[in-house]
């Protein structure tokens, strides 16, 4: 089955930037749409963006829209998600997850296949 890995978290100032990836093991991610997701301490997941399998497609929740990007490059069979402008409010355990059977959506409740996480935290 489906087994996806994020990288990319870590420790950032506000107002600074990181780049996410997610990435598989056995099995390309070109025929699967992925949303990226995120959980607070204490808070529910909350989605962020999505893309359809050929990048066609994009939707970002209203929390991150104007500040992050999704995107994905077959080729390499990663999905990233650009973070500008970061928050201390963006601190949070980041997730990708993927479904074939969804196009795009922020919704977790479409996504069979899910990450462990990275973290990100922004420092104020």
């Known amino acids: 089955q489906l087994q996806l890995v994020e990288s990319g978290g870590g420790l950032v100032q506000t107002g600074g930037s990181l780049r996410l990836s997610c990435t598989t093991s056995g099995v390309t991610l070109d025929k699967y749409g992925v949303g990226w997701f995120r959980q607070a301490p204490g808070k529910e997941y909350q989605g962020l963006a999505c893309?359809?399998?050929?990048?066609?497609?994009?939707d970002y929740g209203d929390s991150v829209r104007g500040r992050f990007t999704i995107s994905r490059d077959n080729a390499k069979n990663t999905v990233y998600l650009q973070m500008n402008s970061l928050k201390p409010e963006d601190t949070a355990v980041y997730y990708c997850?993927?479904?074939?059977?969804?196009?795009?959506?922020?919704?977790?409740?479409?996504?069979?296949?899910w990450g462990q996480g990275t973290q990100v935290t922004v420092s104020s």
């Open positions: 893309i359809s399998s050929n990048g066609d497609t994009t």
């Open positions: 997850a993927a479904d074939a059977d969804y196009y795009c959506s922020i919704y977790t409740s479409e996504y069979d296949y």
